[in-house]
């Protein structure tokens, strides 16, 4: 991952289709996962990067020479490029693996990530979201950054470039409030929800976006498997929440925690 020798800015922003946040999940008949028969829309936080991107094109104008957006999934996953692609960015990367073909893990996709940074040899700026709603992980992007030897922040709520410098600043989230790094280009960034509100995709937008390059791939075009490592042997629900009954006084409540085993 090496800077431009053009010192324009290339910006990939890796993108997930996920279930949509609006959507009650359920485990499916065979407790192996989520029932995946439902509405799925793009990971909310990787919006967010997306959004990001294109705002910073806006401010920085030509400095910015592309956006390009990456999915891993399966055919569907071409819908979630499309909405990127309405939403400003200009191309897109889709390594397409089989519907039934398990959900890959972080280290896979940070590897398959690695691999399309290398096969692309200019990108200066990852702007990715912190977490998928599905997972809640958030591991992708610290071991992507990891293994391009980039500079990452993390969980982040401003970011400013300054393309001649070739830094990026950017204010992180931290238990006790907020902290200013600086990063030298390239750099891996994670977005947080207070970064931007993510903007609709107009119509025109929506009809160019068909226009828009996207290009195929599979793992073993980028040399990785992605095979999980882990197996999940069972999935349940958890228990339904048993109502709460009403007592008379405070010698009746004492009474109840005892005979419910507090002492």
Do not use: W
């Not at 592309?66 to 897109?92: C, H, Q, Y």
């Not at 937008?205 to 791939?217: G, R, V």
Request: proline share 6%; glycine share 6%; net charge positive.
């Amino acid at each position: 991952m090496r800077p431009t020798t053009a010192r324009l800015l290339n910006i990939l922003v890796p993108v997930k289709r996920c279930v949509d946040y609006a959507v009650k999940i359920r485990v499916n008949a065979q407790q192996t996962g989520i029932d995946a028969n439902v509405k799925h829309s793009m990971n909310p936080f990787d919006e967010i990067a997306v959004e990001e991107a294109v705002r910073l094109r806006e401010r920085l104008k030509d400095k910015v020479k592309s956006i390009t957006v990456v999915t891993i999934g399966p055919a569907k996953a071409a819908e979630t490029l499309r909405t990127a692609l309405a939403m400003g960015a200009d191309s897109g990367i889709h390594i397409e693996v089989p519907e039934s073909a398990p959900a890959p893990e972080p280290l896979g996709v940070a590897r398959a990530l690695r691999a399309v940074v290398e096969r692309r040899r200019e990108t200066d700026l990852v702007i990715m979201g912190k977490q998928a709603i599905d997972d809640d992980l958030g591991q992708t992007g610290q071991m992507l950054a990891a293994l391009l030897g980039a500079a990452q922040a993390t969980c982040a709520s401003a970011l400013e470039v300054d393309v001649e410098k070739r830094v990026a600043r950017v204010r992180t989230e931290i238990d006790g409030g907020a902290q200013e790094l600086v990063c030298t280009l390239p750099a891996v960034v994670t977005t947080d929800l207070r970064l931007n509100e993510p903007r609709y995709a107009s119509l025109p937008n929506i009809m160019k976006a068909k226009k828009k390059p996207i290009e195929k791939l599979t793992p073993a075009d980028l040399g990785v498997d992605l095979t999980p490592v882990l197996e999940t042997i069972k999935v349940t629900e958890p228990p339904k929440r048993v109502g709460g009954g009403k007592v008379s006084s405070v010698d009746e409540l004492v009474g109840r925690l005892k005979e419910a085993g507090f002492t």
